[in-house]
């Protein structure tokens, strides 16, 4: 995680632009704070990718709230769309002409966290401005993209050039919800978080909003808040099944997110927007970048060794 924040602020000079992708479906909880920093003073954009998955209602409230607190312009795109990816490049374009002698050429940046869409809106970005192919590895994993690739055309007139960035996870998130809705959403590997807390936070998720019929989707015969009950007739209806007939709740489970993941229960959002609750998650988590479990005993560390050197200064002074 270090060395990829390393290398985006090595890789930070020779970018006009900054594309920080999230995810529409945890627009909150997909902001890395860490970013801040380095990005400063630069030209950003900020794009909510996968806003197929989420409902549409959220895009006025998420403008709102970012439009307090920045003066970036906020997109929504769908990487399926061309008409969606290509005001990404409309922005570009808007810049380069402002200025065309100090940006002959663009050189854009994209970074986010992990599994947020941003290989696949550098393909889509490929495909919409040159129409070219794939050009960066995706995958429904986090993590597909592990090195800083080398410049990526997508678009001749005015030439402008992506770079990819490995995908930069917060190194600890103290809140154990904003955690569960990232990795529920793909952003922490799956044999890091505990598919079975994230099967019963889901459940819990569905149960709490009352337009989603996961029964039927699912073809379950009634709705539940007990996850072990829901992954028996879940497993009975999918087939999944070990030797004896037992029911094999790993593979339940493993159906239950991947049918999360791919929208099988229609457009959804899991950070809640309404304004006190908005103001409350800035106050609470982006006042300051969280550290890593492993920075913040180096900092407990750092503040002994200072207090026990203070004690001994002034056991000296006190000696002289």
């Given at each position: 995680?270090?060395a990829?924040?390393?290398?985006?602020?090595d890789?930070?000079?020779?970018?006009?632009?900054?594309?920080?992708?999230?995810?529409a479906?945890?627009?909150?909880s997909?902001?890395?704070?860490q970013?801040?920093?380095?990005v400063?003073g630069?030209?950003?954009?900020?794009?909510?990718?996968k806003?197929d998955?989420a409902?549409?209602?959220?895009q006025?409230?998420?403008?709102?709230?970012?439009a307090?607190?920045?003066?970036?312009?906020?997109?929504?795109?769908?990487?399926?769309v061309?008409k969606?990816?290509?005001?990404?490049?409309?922005?570009?374009?808007?810049?380069?002409?402002?200025?065309?002698?100090?940006?002959?050429?663009?050189?854009?940046?994209?970074?986010?966290?992990?599994n947020?869409?941003?290989?696949?809106?550098?393909?889509?970005?490929?495909?919409?401005?040159i129409?070219?192919?794939?050009?960066?590895?995706?995958?429904?994993?986090?993590?597909?993209?592990?090195?800083?690739?080398?410049?990526?055309?997508?678009l001749e007139?005015?030439?402008i050039?992506l770079?990819d960035?490995p995908?930069?996870m917060i190194?600890?998130?103290?809140d154990?919800?904003?955690?569960?809705?990232?990795?529920?959403?793909?952003?922490?590997?799956d044999?890091?978080?505990?598919?079975?807390v994230?099967?019963?936070?889901?459940?819990?998720?569905?149960?709490?909003?009352?337009?989603?019929?996961?029964?039927?989707?699912?073809g379950?015969?009634?709705?539940t808040?007990?996850?072990?009950?829901f992954?028996?007739?879940l497993?009975r209806k999918?087939g999944?099944?070990?030797?004896g007939?037992?029911?094999?709740?790993?593979?339940?489970?493993?159906?239950f997110?991947?049918?999360?993941?791919?929208g099988?229960?229609?457009?959804?959002c899991l950070?809640?927007?309404?304004?006190?609750?908005?103001?409350?998650?800035?106050?609470?988590?982006?006042?300051?970048?969280?550290?890593?479990?492993?920075q913040?005993q180096?900092a407990?560390?750092?503040?002994?060794?200072q207090?026990?050197?203070?004690?001994?200064?002034?056991?000296?002074?006190?000696?002289?």
């Open positions: 995680m270090m990829g924040l390393r290398e985006m602020r890789q930070m000079r020779t970018v006009d632009l900054v594309i920080e992708t999230r995810d479906r945890i627009p909150l997909s902001i890395n704070k970013f801040e920093q380095i400063k630069k030209h950003r954009v900020i794009v909510y990718n806003a998955l409902p549409i209602s959220i006025t409230p998420v403008r709102e709230a970012l307090k607190r920045s003066h970036h312009k906020v997109l929504f795109t769908n990487t399926n061309n969606s990816v290509r005001q990404i490049l409309d922005v570009a374009r808007e810049l380069s002409a402002r200025d065309p002698i100090r940006y002959p050429e663009l050189s854009i940046m994209v970074i986010g966290m992990p947020v869409g941003k290989s696949s809106l550098i393909n889509a970005l490929r495909r919409t401005g129409n070219r192919g794939k050009a960066a590895n995706t995958g429904a994993k986090p993590g597909v993209t592990r090195t800083l690739s080398s410049r990526i055309r997508v007139s005015p030439p050039y770079v960035t995908g930069v190194p600890y998130i103290p154990p919800i904003v955690a569960l809705k990232v990795a529920l959403t793909g952003g922490i590997k044999n890091i978080a505990d598919e079975g994230l099967a019963d936070y889901l459940l819990y998720r569905l149960n709490r909003f009352a337009d989603i019929d996961y029964c039927s989707i699912l379950i015969s009634q709705p808040d007990d996850i072990n009950e992954l028996q007739m497993g999918i999944a099944l070990r030797q007939g037992e029911i094999d709740t790993d593979k339940a489970i493993q159906f997110l991947r049918a999360f993941r791919q099988k229960f229609g457009q959804l950070d809640d927007l309404a304004p006190h609750a908005v103001d409350e998650f800035f106050k609470r988590s982006m006042e300051e970048a969280p550290l890593s479990k492993n913040a180096k407990k560390r750092a503040a002994q060794r207090r026990s050197l203070e004690k001994a200064q002034k056991r000296g002074s006190r000696s002289h």
